[in-house]
């Protein structure tokens, strides 16, 4: 279980997070949704030490997060793929895969990740940033499952990628929940978002302002689409 209380976090003297408090209970698929500029993506960051949380308390099965660098958090067992993807150019897709080190016996193998991606499989030698966006994305998200983290952390994986690729990224994160993965995913297409995730956190000015189920969400899709401005 990952659990935020009261986190502040700020970007020099900017005040960003205003008291984040969430809970993602083990195996649960669960989302930050807002308009942008909110803390959805801070929020990641801080869960990973990437920006410090100066107040509150981040943990995960009870064990503080606070106060540690990312590589430790990172050997917790969270995983992240940021928006930006982190593809390292000089490297071919099989060297990003296999570059992070695994953290828990529970990892996808190089085996399964290449029955689940055969485009990967077959590009494994080239550059990892000759792939196509969708393809990187894919990738990315493939390196944290070989790292067998239980806990992954998502910012936008949808974002600008053609309807084909967003579905294969929904069986994607399906398959994550049916293994126990914990996912915290930050999403603007909120059709997608009601089709992978049990709760949906609304975010505004730093924090989050209602908790609701996904069957809420679906049956006042319109009146979220207005508060999120979409």
């Known amino acids: 279980m990952l659990e935020l209380r009261d986190v502040h976090a700020y970007y020099g003297e900017s005040h960003i997070l205003h008291g984040m408090t969430l809970t993602v209970e083990t195996g649960e698929v669960a989302t930050l949704v807002g308009r942008n500029g909110v803390g959805k993506t801070t929020t990641l960051r801080t869960i990973m030490g990437i920006v410090p949380a100066r107040h509150g308390a981040i943990a995960l099965d009870r064990t503080s997060l606070v ?65 196509s966006g969708g393809e990187q994305q894919m990738l990315a998200i493939a390196r944290v499952l070989r790292s067998g983290a239980r806990t992954i952390l998502l910012d936008e994986p949808t974002e600008g990628l053609a309807p084909v690729i967003v579905e294969r990224i929904g069986e994607l994160i399906r398959a994550m929940k049916a293994d126990g993965i914990t996912v915290l995913l930050v999403e603007q297409n909120l059709r997608f978002a009601t089709g992978v995730a049990d709760r949906h956190h609304i975010v505004d000015h730093g924090t989050v302002v209602q908790t609701l189920a996904n069957a809420d969400v679906i049956a006042r899709e319109n009146e979220i689409l207005d508060l999120l401005g979409v």
């Open 67 to 131: 106060g540690l660098p990312s590589d430790r958090i990172a050997k917790r067992g969270v995983g992240y793929v940021p928006e930006e993807r982190g593809i390292l150019s000089t490297l071919t897709v099989y060297e990003n895969l296999t570059l992070a080190p695994i953290v828990a016996p529970t990892t996808w193998t190089v085996e399964r990740i290449f029955d689940t991606f055969p485009n990967l499989k077959e590009r494994a030698r080239a550059g990892g940033t000759t792939l």
